[in-house]
């Protein structure tokens, strides 16, 4: 039964919809942490803001874009400072140990400055409420994706849900660790955004193929994308497919239908790449480019760079293990979420 086989669910779609659309529900993050979320915001943007004055300070990734699950007590915040250029990493490593010693001194718990890091980083802890927080500096393409995210997310209401349940079910079958050879939450997100662009009917717009409104250079690359999302709001509006069709659809392709060995997934031309076409097709260093998705807008960035051998299997094995039980099961619920 490891075989696609051109079956479809047999539980009942309905029910199974209501059940995984309770459970996004609960996953949301309630109104209480959205506001220590903010607040931790607000108490590092100032002493960013009093050390370094005039530097702007943003807050990206999942709580900036509308995809935070609950009990995700982590915050990415930005430190943008005039004169460092996009590559030099060096220069934001240092900035890195500075914003720690600050941190330090205004009495943050646990700061560890990651000066070294392919993106310099220092990660720290806010006492009483515990939010961590990463402070990175000039990661201006972070902000950049946040945004399209934010985008996407806010022209149709499946994104959202969908990914708090493929977050939720990543967590559960630890296969959310980038730094163990699986994927990040972030690789996840572009994951579904690639699927509800590449469905049947779409339910969500290439945005990065439409006139673009919105421009900005960061380095060598060129973030742009229509973000008129009032206007594309409702684009998805023919594609009647629920929660739970979309799921069992994620599902279906990683397990059965993506083909591993030539292509690339690309949310920027809403479909696939060839390997070949970005010379993806050989190791190089520590980047195998076994799964490959490209990154929206670095584009010489690829996702799942880390994924090795033994940590593909593992991948394609959970992903043939969740489509089998929502393929097989009459109530695939808890199975499907287990803890591993
Ligand atoms: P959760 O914290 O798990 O809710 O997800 P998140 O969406 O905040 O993702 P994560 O913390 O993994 O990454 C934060 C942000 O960093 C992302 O939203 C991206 O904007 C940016 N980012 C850019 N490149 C990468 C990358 O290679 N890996 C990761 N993890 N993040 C990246
Ligand atoms: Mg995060």
Known sequence: DRQHDGRGPRADMEALNAALMQLADSLMPTPEERAT???????VSSLLQARWPGARVHLFGSVANGLSVRHNNDIDV????????LDDTAAKGEVAVAVGELMEAAGMADVLPLPKA?????????????????????????????????????????????VALVKHWAKSRAVN??????????CYVLMCIHLLQTRPVPVLPVLQQLP???????????????????????????NRENLAELLWAFFEYWAWRHNYTHDVVSIRLGGCLHKDDKDWTRRIGNERHLVCIEDPFELSHDLGRTVDRQTRAV??????????????????????????
């Open 212 to 238: 673009p409104t919105f421009r900005r250079t960061v380095g060598q690359w060129t973030c742009e994308f229509c973000d008129d999302v009032a206007s594309l709001r409702g684009f998805g509006a023919t």
């Open 315 to 340: 991948l394609h094995k959970e992903f043939t293990r969740a489509a089998t039980l929502l393929r097989d099961r009459m109530d695939p619920m808890d199975e499907l979420f287990q803890h591993y």
């Open 37 to 43: 979320h903010q607040a931790a915001f607000e108490a």
């Open 78 to 85: 930005c430190l943008e400072l005039e004169g460092i250029e």
């Open 118 to 162: 392919r993106v310099p980083v220092v990660k720290f802890v806010v006492p009483k409420t515990g939010t961590k927080v990463d402070v990175t500096v000039n990661n201006m393409l972070a902000c950049a994706n946040t945004k399209l995210l934010a985008d996407y997310c806010a022209i149709d209401g499946r994104l959202a849900p969908l």
């Open 177 to 186: 660790d980038a730094y163990r050879g699986t994927l990040s939450s972030y």
